[in-house]
């Protein structure tokens, strides 16, 4: 078996509650902190889903990350 990936862009996807939607439509560059740890990253909203998730009740949001520390891998 072969895994394969881009080694361009990464993206990370995101559930963004309804309570913070209208924080998230307005902006084009955000930053990403992720649970792993490490400082945070500069990122660019590239897609928002127009509706909730049923099982989570979140918009799913797809974040591209501008300069993802070294130590971020994919998967």
Do not use: C, H, Y
């Amino acid at each position: 078996m072969i895994r394969l990936a881009r080694t361009g862009e990464m993206e990370v996807l995101i559930g963004i509650p309804e309570q913070q939607l209208a924080l998230l439509k307005g902006a084009s560059e955000v930053q990403v902190r992720l649970w792993a740890g490490g400082p945070p990253s500069a990122g660019r909203v590239r897609e928002l889903a127009p509706v909730a998730d049923p099982a989570t009740r979140t918009f799913p949001a797809r974040i591209a990350l501008l300069n993802p520390p070294p130590n971020v891998r994919s998967g």
